[in-house]
């Protein structure tokens, strides 16, 4: 693939980012698809562009090459996902490229599904369409960790959500917790949860707080019924909750909820992408599973929203885990640290 010039590395560079901002606009609903866009360019002006917005409509390219019309032909595509391939619900996109004239495609990264991985790029290459790969790639990425890490793994991207106090502690010894963190941080919360193909908690968070864990924001900048509902997995080894209509705990009201009663966490978030195609789980729990999942090393990405108070030794811990000794103890980087409301969200990555 050729190499270009630094003139021609800042104009793709450019139109990349331009084609990751039309990705966001599908970020909370092309589940369990990945959130893909696409841009059209002849010499430096956009004719065309789209994003993949649900399972089962066109992707990215045939709403851009559409939005483009007769100006396709000759035009530079940058699409931040590899073209697909093959026909699933939808024809091949590298086809489509094809078929319209485009005479170049900009690709930020490779997809790493079985039923692409090069393929794409090969097919345009065939039909003699000039393509580069590796433009804005880890930016692109981060649209859809979950996706790209069930490709290659088999496993869900894990985000783990503590909201705690100055001193760590998440409860009064009572139970009492609502609330500790700020609206803006619920708020923020709520984008977490529209990503998530499953929420995960455990049988005493349903009892002590009886959450609802559902997407209910008006200011996620789509219509909240475009919004896949996140599948909410309950731990109850004690098979303490099951399904009942009438039950004072919403969560056991849902028929579709999932209880697991097994020990193995591995085998379940297995199960989650093998099944339910759920490539990005939250896991909004208590001490005793937030230090299950850290334990076991299965979280990719912890989120504390830190409360500018202090509750005190008798309150609760914000994780269930102790180490004999420091060379025991878990680290992480801080990936990014902003103020949200009067809290503070600390996003962390472990090492």
């Known amino acids: 693939m050729p190499t ?18 039309q990705a966001k606009r599908g970020q ?39 939005d483009a019309g007769a100006q396709a032909v000759g035009a530079t595509a940058y699409v931040t996902l590899e073209p697909c391939s093959h026909t699933g ?8 490229l094809i078929n319209a004239g485009v005479k170049r495609v900009v690709i930020a990264g490779l997809d790493p599904n079985p039923q692409v991985a090069g393929s794409g790029v090969s097919l345009l290459q065939e039909a003699g369409i ?4 590796g433009i804005l790639t880890a930016q692109a990425e981060a649209l859809n960790r979950g996706f790209l890490k069930a490709m290659r793994t088999q496993m869900p991207y894990v985000r783990l959500k503590i909201a705690t106090s100055l001193d760590g502690r998440t409860a009064m010894a009572t139970g009492e917790s609502k609330w500790i963190t700020s609206p803006a941080a619920r708020e923020d919360v709520q984008q977490l949860r529209a990503k998530s193909g499953a929420i995960i908690t455990g049988s005493a968070t349903v009892i002590s707080d009886n959450p609802q864990l559902n997407v209910r924001s008006t200011q996620l900048g789509v219509v909240l019924e475009q919004i896949p509902t996140p599948m909410i997995i309950v ?9 009942d209509l009438q039950s004072d705990y919403h969560l056991c009201r849902h028929a579709d909820t999932i209880y697991w009663r097994e020990d193995n966490l591995h085998e379940l978030l297995k199960m989650l992408v093998s099944k339910h195609q759920c490539h990005e789980v939250l896991v909004e729990a208590g001490a005793s ?9 299965l979280v990719d990405e912890l989120i504390v929203y830190q409360a500018p108070c202090v509750l005190g030794s008798q309150a609760r811990a914000m994780v269930d885990f102790n180490p004999l000794s420091l060379a025991q103890q878990l680290r992480f980087d801080y990936h990014s640290l902003e103020k949200v409301g009067t809290d503070i969200k600390l996003t962390l990555l472990p090492i």
């Open 235 to 243: 731990l109850d080894r004690r098979e303490r909750l099951s399904h």
């Open 4 to 21: 270009p010039n630094h003139a021609q590395a800042a104009q793709d560079s450019y139109f990349m980012m331009l084609a990751i901002e």
């Open 89 to 96: 619900r939808t024809p091949p996109c590298a086809l489509a």
């Open 130 to 133: 000039e393509v580069s790969v």
């Open 289 to 297: 599973v937030a230090g299950s999942f850290l334990s076991q090393q």
């Open 28 to 66: 909370y609903t092309a589940r369990p698809n990945p959130a893909v866009g696409c841009v059209l360019v002849q010499g430096s002006e956009v004719v065309g562009e789209g994003f993949h917005p649900q399972a089962g409509q066109p992707h990215a390219e045939v709403f851009a090459l559409k």
